[in-house]
Nanobody, 125 residues
């Protein structure tokens, strides 16, 4: 069974950067589309980004486009989310999730099969 563990969260000032990691075990990650999601206190979960199995196709929510970059290293069974120019509204619990077949690229979290426990990101001065 695939297991996902996020790391890299923390407290950063506005304008700063963080890189989140999503490490997989129990299966090879290249069989899965990986999505990043976030949930702020009192808000619904939001799809942030996804990356295709090969890494050639990515997409982002409008709220993070141009600031966040998703990448993957299938050899290391790890997916990354580089977050730059962070804003207070980026504060949330960030989770990665894996989606198996059918390999339809989507930011709809209900289509993802496996979830990590999340890592907390706080943007504050």
């Amino acid at each position: 069974q695939l297991q996902l563990v996020e790391s890299g969260g923390g407290l950063v000032q506005p304008g700063g950067s963080l890189r989140l990691s999503c490490a997989a075990s129990g299966s090879t990650l290249d069989n899965y589309i990986i999505g990043w999601f976030r949930q702020a206190p009192g808000k619904e979960r939001e799809g942030v980004s996804y990356i295709s199995r090969s890494g050639r196709i990515t997409d982002y929510a409008d709220s993070v486009k141009g600031r966040f970059t998703v990448s993957r290293d299938n050899a290391k069974n790890t997916v990354y989310l580089q977050m730059n120019s962070l804003k207070p509204e980026d504060t949330a619990i960030y989770s990665c999730a894996a989606k198996g077949a059918p390999w339809r690229l989507t930011l709809d979290g209900s289509e993802y099969d496996y979830w990590g426990q999340g890592t907390e990101v706080t943007i504050s001065s």
